[in-house]
């Protein structure tokens, strides 16, 4: 029987989590919003979502799910609320900007009925922290958003086309949903200055870091690498995740095209995976993987020989990525070709896990691979510290209590007391 079948602190509290993305969406935000809602539901509380129709990473929308307008569904003690939204398969501001707009217009006008003790919202998407704002001000009720990008930041920093008119708009969008907070959480410390940018007092911003969801690898290396074709002797460099514009892909493609005796996998899916399977288009050495199931994704990944996290040069202070998390506990070196100076090369350095490449340089890249496959003990000893990082820092139950020790804050305060 776990702690929380014995001990129930949100027990006759109603809470309601607003989050474009959700299970089953196994990649991004949606892991983290399901786990932390059913925790919350398994802590006692009445726990309801907010959310919209299943499509990341793929940008499109699943195939349960088309053709639905609303529904409820229970999931784990939670019920689901989903709400039809566009959802683009080419990323430009002005398609995002529609994207945000039919989230915002269909969570507002059928939000679930009854009053919640408290909201908390995911953030992105915009139109989420503006929802979860709005509907705490209806109910006169404390109002949490969780900074997981920033998206003034990224409309700016990511490439997206026509994202520097967007970035002032997004920016409008976020200091709303974020002034009219009681606290704010933050998922890394380099979010903290843009934050107060927007007029929060520091006093009320807390760091909530996302936790490793994923369980350890179990399956046997050499056995995994032969079910998907890597061939012993044959360095592989895998990137899992999101294909879009931030994630600067290019640089793996250009990778392999100057080093052939390394092979290049691309796991996941995103609005970019077309523009990238045309520039890969004649490489041998480049495979394009459809995202892993969970009960194999970290036996993938731990088959590999490095792990890859790329950005583009101009993302600093607006992501940084959830799939780190699961790159520690496979026990692989990470190469990561970054911004020096931004969130995610903080996270690197911060882990030992890996080693930092200049970002948008394929040459900077497969020199760090070469030297970790030329290299064994080092790069088993660099992985090695992944695990023991997740352990220290990043273990669900510790960020599940951040999480718990948040919600009780607000519940605590004037506004949290429970309904009469």
């Known amino acids: 029987m776990s702690d929380a079948d014995h001990h129930k602190p949100f027990e006759h509290r109603r809470l309601l989590v607003v989050s474009t993305n959700y299970a089953p969406e196994l990649t991004g935000i949606g892991p983290y919003a399901a786990q932390l809602a059913e925790h919350w539901a ?17 940008w499109r929308t699943d195939e349960g799910y088309r053709g639905v307008w609303r529904t409820a569904e229970a999931r784990a003690g939670v019920t689901v609320h989903r709400r039809r939204h566009y959802v683009p398969t080419h990323q430009t501001a002005l ?15 059928a939000p679930p009925g009854g009053r919640p003790d408290a909201v908390i919202s995911q953030m992105p998407s915009l139109a989420g922290g503006v929802i979860g704002a709005r ?3 209806r109910h006169r009720v404390p109002y949490i958003p969780v900074v997981q990008d920033l998206m003034g930041a990224a409309a700016a920093q990511s490439g997206i086309r026509g994202g520097d008119r967007a970035a002032a708009v997004a920016a409008r969008a976020e200091r709303y949903a974020l002034r009219t907070a009681d606290l704010v959480g933050v998922i890394h410390e380099s979010f903290v200055p843009r934050v107060t940018d927007y007029g929060i007092d520091p006093g009320r911003i807390r760091l909530v870091p996302n936790w490793s969801h994923v369980r350890r690898p179990s399956a046997d290396r050499a056995t995994t690498r032969a079910r998907l074709g890597w061939r012993e002797g044959t360095p592989v460099v895998l990137h899992s995740g999101n294909m879009g514009l931030k994630q600067g892909l290019d640089v793996l493609v250009d990778a392999a095209r100057l080093a052939p005796e390394v092979r290049i996998v691309l796991m996941g899916d ?6 990238l399977r045309r520039r ?3 490489l041998t050495n480049l495979d394009f993987l459809p995202p892993a199931a969970a009960d194999e994704f970290t036996d993938v990944l731990a088959a590999a020989d490095v792990l890859a996290v790329t950005q583009r040069a101009s993302v600093l202070d607006m992501s940084v990525p959830s799939k780190l998390t699961s790159y520690f506990v496979s026990g692989r070196p990470v190469v990561a070709s970054v911004a ?16 930092l490449v200049a970002p948008e340089d394929p040459g900077a890249l497969l020199a760090a691979v070469r030297k970790l496959v030329e290299g064994p003990a080092e790069a088993d000893a660099l992985g090695a ?9 990043l273990s669900r139950e510790a960020g599940l209590a951040r999480f718990d020790a948040l919600l009780t804050e607000v ?9 009469r």
């Open 385 to 393: 510290r992944g695990p023991e990082y997740v352990a220290r820092h």
């Open 42 to 58: 398994a802590s006692g509380a009445e726990t309801h979502v907010l959310t919209g129709m299943p499509h990341y990473p793929s």
């Open 411 to 419: 519940l605590d305060g004037p506004q949290g007391r429970p309904r």
């Open 135 to 137: 509907l705490a001000r």
């Open 340 to 355: 020096e100076e931004g969130g995610t090369a903080q996270e690197v350095r911060r882990s030992g896990a890996g080693v």
């Open 95 to 109: 398609r995002r900007g529609a994207f945000e707009a039919t989230v915002l217009a269909h969570g507002l006008l």
């Open 270 to 275: 995103g609005n970019q995976s077309e523009e």
């Open 280 to 282: 890969a288009a004649g």
